[in-house]
């Protein structure tokens, strides 16, 4: 497994922006595929976006043209730039690492997690 820590989150007025940043130490970075989860109060923990090795991306529906997921091998970091937000965007968001993801989308795939940075989003 990968470690990750996750930071950048904080609270922003609904139409602002925000960059998270995940660090990963343990293993070789760029052998990894990368991503983002959210969990909202009351709500199952869902799929944001993913970076693959290749450089494959994969967005949800919900973030698609809003959010851009990004990753610099150089510095072992995966961002998740996070534009237009709004009051649903409210959550804590984690960071994943898998060596070689199948099921991009569902939370059981990936191997390695952080704990995660809380984004609040207020209208």
């Known amino acids: 497994q990968v470690q990750l820590v996750e930071s950048g989150g904080g609270l922003v007025q609904a139409g602002g922006s925000l960059r998270l940043s995940c660090a990963a130490s343990?293993?070789?970075?760029?052998?990894?595929?990368m991503g983002w989860f959210r969990q909202a109060p009351g709500k199952e923990r869902e799929f944001v976006a993913a970076?693959?090795?290749?450089?494959?991306?994969y967005y949800a529906d919900s973030v698609k043209g809003r959010f851009t997921v990004s990753r610099d091998n150089a510095k072992n970091t995966v961002y998740l730039q996070m534009n237009s937000l709004k009051p649903e965007d409210t959550a804590v968001y984690y960071c994943?690492?898998?060596?070689?993801?199948?099921?991009?989308?569902?939370?059981?795939?990936?191997?390695?997690w952080g704990q995660g940075t809380q984004v609040t989003v207020s209208s």
């Open positions: 994943v690492g898998d060596r070689s993801i199948v099921a991009v989308t569902s939370t059981r795939a990936w191997d390695s």
């Open positions: 343990g293993r070789t970075f760029s052998n990894y595929d």
């Open positions: 970076i693959r090795r290749s450089g494959t991306l």
